[in-house]
């Protein structure tokens, strides 16, 4: 008897982490501006939940420049100039945003009404611009030529409400669409990964 009391114990502590660990599939769809002074990007979900996201930059020591141009010339100066990958044939720019290269990490949330619950945390986003003709200089087609862009994100269990309450965990989302586009027109996105989250009330 005491043997399969142990058993039913173990098997319950098994179910408990087991409902308690939940692995999304999302498909996020949106639009925003690298280059505008208060940069975001926001949209709704094709895929794993109902209802909206957002990722902000931190821009706050954001300088910008005096010409039509000077955002860009900014943010490209700042994040990009200096990382360059000369491997051949795999010639690209990369631009890290995140705790390190930012007065503060780019910051996301998610609001969903099914399920019902709020999301929030810690983002880094890296986005890679390929040098397609491995010259080392940036072209018109290359800035505006659907660039790569990857979205880590680090979940804090303290914005968590609802159903997402006191839950931690993290995820990685890509995808192709990237484009630097001046303001105030924006940039459409669609970001696709994974969001892997555990614990909870």
């Known amino acids: 008897m005491q043997r399969i009391s142990i058993a039913v114990c173990v098997l319950i502590a098994v179910l408990a982490v087991t409902a308690a660990a939940d692995n999304y599939f999302l498909t996020l769809s949106g639009s925003g501006n690298l280059l505008d002074r208060k940069p975001e990007y926001e949209g709704t979900f094709l895929a794993g939940f109902t209802g909206g996201w957002s990722i902000k930059f931190d821009s706050h ?5 005096s010409s039509s141009n000077g955002e860009f010339e900014y943010v490209w100066g700042r994040y ?3 990382n360059y990958d000369d491997t051949p044939g795999s010639e ?10 930012q007065g503060g990490a780019p910051s996301f949330k998610i609001r969903t009404t099914e399920p019902r619950g709020v999301l929030g945390g810690a983002a880094a986003v ?6 397609f003709n491995g010259d080392g200089l940036l072209s018109p087609s290359e800035r505006d030529q659907n ?3 990857t979205v880590t994100l680090a979940v804090n269990p303290e914005l ?3 159903v997402f309450r006191n839950m931690r965990g993290s995820g990685a989302l890509g995808g192709g669409n990237f484009n630097f586009v001046d303001p105030p027109g924006t940039d459409e996105i669609m970001l696709v990964g994974t969001l892997n989250l555990e614990g909870g009330q």
């Open 126 to 131: 890296t986005i890679m611009v390929r040098d």
């Open 147 to 149: 660039c790569q862009m």
């Open 61 to 65: 020591d954001w300088t910008g420049g």
């Open 92 to 101: 690209a720019w990369y631009g890290y945003f995140d705790g390190s290269t």
């Open 80 to 82: 990009f100039a200096e």
């Open 160 to 162: 968590g409400k609802g």
